[in-house]
């Protein structure tokens, strides 16, 4: 592999991991507070899968040649973080935890089954282990999305559209360009941002529609960008800050 | 509502909620509001049988489905699920139950009731002798 495959295979695992992570952490949040007790033990098993998915991907990460896991994850600044917009949103209402739920992981599946042809072995391995347990989330995103849209109630379709308005300038942040798609595609490791997002889409669009939601124009929504480079919302330090206070009382302690 | 002062808690998800400091009377839940149920069955391997492990709350199959794999499908072996409507479940009352009263006095029905064990016994015997008698 050379430096620059290599850099573009570091950059696009960061994305990953950091997007799982932090996605993990905001929807352990709802643990003990969602709405009813089935839905609670279903969001925080699957807040525990992305938390095991952020695992697996820094592992790939210390493979390369980058400290262990438990350092990436908790000691490094905001600005080195490389998660998109979308998952560090905090949310008070159920409904934008669940429309980010689908429009979050309508992505990882199709990031996932992209990568499941990766010419980068250790991530191809990854993307088929998990494909079961993203399939699971996003029929949980689609169920419930359903259910609160034209299945739903007037207070239902409301709240989930005016999730949606709020959270589609974010979702598209999950597309932004990586500058080194160009090695990513000629290394054969994943095919590119902008795929992704067709593919995402395809997907996404006939669902909300078919579920009684108004989309706008895509083109006419400014993405949220930055957070690839490391530029974010005011709202990841605060979350880093408490996912890590009990890792910096003692960073050598055993667990 | 006065959302000044809410409550502050040792978790900071709680925190968050901006829960009023000041309790609100509880006012009871809707009539009707209340989610159906439905009964799980279990099965740990393929060609196994299903067993009941148990019932869930679902306002619909498809969340019945959801809920049903995290309830009893998210640690041990399981490689599917049925979710049945409680209500579509079809069974005896419980007053009938003297119907099954006495059959526990009907040992005959037993499968221990058949003493075929010496039967078996005796076979094996003689199949080992003519065995033993052929390799000599």
């Given at each position: 592999?050379?430096?620059?495959?290599?850099?573009?295979?570091?950059?696009?695992?960061?994305?990953?991991?950091?997007?799982?992570?932090?996605?993990?952490?905001?929807?352990?949040?709802?643990?003990?507070l969602?709405?009813?007790?089935?839905?609670?033990?279903?969001?925080?098993?699957?807040?525990?899968?992305?938390?095991?998915?952020?695992?697996?991907?820094?592992?790939?990460?210390?493979?390369?040649?980058?400290?262990?896991?438990?350092?990436?994850?908790?000691?490094?600044d905001?600005?080195?973080?490389?998660?998109?917009?979308?998952?560090?949103?905090?949310?008070?209402?159920y409904?934008?935890?669940?429309?980010?739920?689908?429009?979050?992981?309508?992505?990882?599946?199709?990031?996932?089954?992209?990568?499941?042809?990766?010419?980068?072995?250790?991530?191809?391995e990854?993307?088929?282990?998990?494909?079961?347990?993203?399939?699971?989330?996003?029929?949980?995103?689609?169920?419930?999305?359903?259910?609160?849209?034209?299945?739903?109630?007037?207070?239902?379709?409301?709240?989930?559209?005016a999730?949606?308005?709020?959270?589609?300038?974010?979702?598209?942040?999950?597309?932004?360009?990586?500058?080194?798609?160009?090695?990513?595609?000629?290394?054969?490791?994943?095919?590119?941002?902008?795929?992704?997002?067709?593919?995402?889409?395809?997907?996404?669009?006939?669902?909300?529609?078919?579920?009684?939601?108004?989309?706008?124009?895509?083109?006419?929504?400014?993405?949220?960008?930055?957070?690839?480079?490391?530029?974010?919302?005011?709202?990841?330090?605060?979350?880093?800050?408490?996912?890590?206070?009990v890792?910096?009382?003692?960073?050598?302690?055993?667990? | 509502?006065?959302?000044?002062?809410?409550?502050?808690?040792?978790?900071?998800?709680?925190?968050?909620?901006e829960?009023?400091?000041?309790?609100?009377p509880?006012?009871?839940?809707?009539?009707?509001?209340?989610?159906?149920?439905?009964?799980?069955?279990?099965?740990?391997?393929?060609?196994?049988?299903?067993?009941?492990?148990?019932s869930?709350?679902?306002?619909?199959?498809?969340?019945?489905?959801?809920?049903?794999?995290?309830?009893?499908?998210?640690?041990?072996?399981?490689?599917?699920?049925?979710?049945?409507?409680?209500?579509?479940?079809?069974t005896?009352?419980?007053?009938?139950?003297?119907?099954?009263a006495?059959?526990?006095?009907?040992?005959?029905?037993?499968?221990?009731?058949?003493?075929?064990?010496?039967?078996?016994?005796?076979?094996?015997?003689?199949?080992?002798?003519?065995?033993?008698?052929?390799?000599q």
């Amino acid at each position: 592999m050379t430096a620059d495959h290599r850099a573009a295979l570091e950059d696009l695992l960061f994305r990953m991991a950091d997007d799982a992570l932090i996605y993990g952490h905001r929807n352990s949040e709802w643990t003990g507070l969602a709405p009813i007790l089935e839905e609670d033990i279903a969001f925080s098993s699957i807040a525990q899968d992305k938390l095991g998915h952020a695992l697996a991907l820094y592992h790939l990460l210390t493979d390369l040649g980058n400290p262990d896991p438990d350092t990436l994850a908790f000691t490094r600044d905001e600005q080195q973080f490389r998660c998109c917009h979308l998952v560090e949103l905090p949310t008070q209402d159920y409904a934008v935890a669940l429309m980010r739920h689908a429009l979050f992981d309508y992505a990882e599946q199709n990031r996932y089954a992209l990568l499941e042809q990766s010419t980068y072995q250790p991530l191809a391995e990854l993307a088929r282990k998990v494909r079961g347990e993203i399939k699971y989330h996003v029929f949980h995103a689609s169920t419930w999305l359903r259910l609160l849209g034209n299945e739903g109630t007037d207070e239902s379709r409301m709240r989930m559209q005016a999730a949606l308005d709020m959270l589609l300038p974010y979702a598209l942040g999950i597309f932004e360009p990586s500058p080194y798609e160009q090695e990513l595609r000629s290394a054969g490791i994943f095919p590119g941002e902008e795929e992704l997002k067709q593919r995402w889409l395809e997907d996404v669009v006939p669902l909300l529609e078919s579920a009684g939601y108004r989309l706008p124009a895509i083109e006419t929504i400014e993405p949220a960008y930055g957070g690839r480079r490391g530029y974010h919302t005011e709202h990841l330090q605060p979350l880093i800050e408490e996912m890590t206070v009990v890792f910096r009382i003692d960073p050598d302690a055993e667990w | 509502m006065s959302r000044t002062v809410t409550l502050q808690s040792l978790d900071p998800r709680v925190t968050r909620l901006e829960i009023p400091a000041e309790q609100q009377p509880f006012e009871g839940v809707p009539e009707g509001s209340h989610l159906q149920t439905f009964e799980v069955f279990h099965q740990a391997k393929s060609g196994a049988r299903h067993i009941h492990v148990g019932s869930i709350h679902a306002p619909n199959a498809e969340l019945a489905m959801v809920f049903a794999k995290e309830q009893y499908a998210r640690r041990s072996q399981c490689v599917n699920l049925w979710v049945v409507k409680t209500s579509e479940i079809i069974t005896f009352a419980p007053e009938d139950a003297d119907l099954f009263a006495t059959t526990p006095d009907k040992d005959y029905r037993d499968a221990s009731g058949y003493k075929v064990m010496q039967k078996i016994l005796a076979w094996k015997q003689r199949t080992e002798q003519q065995q033993s008698q052929q390799s000599q």
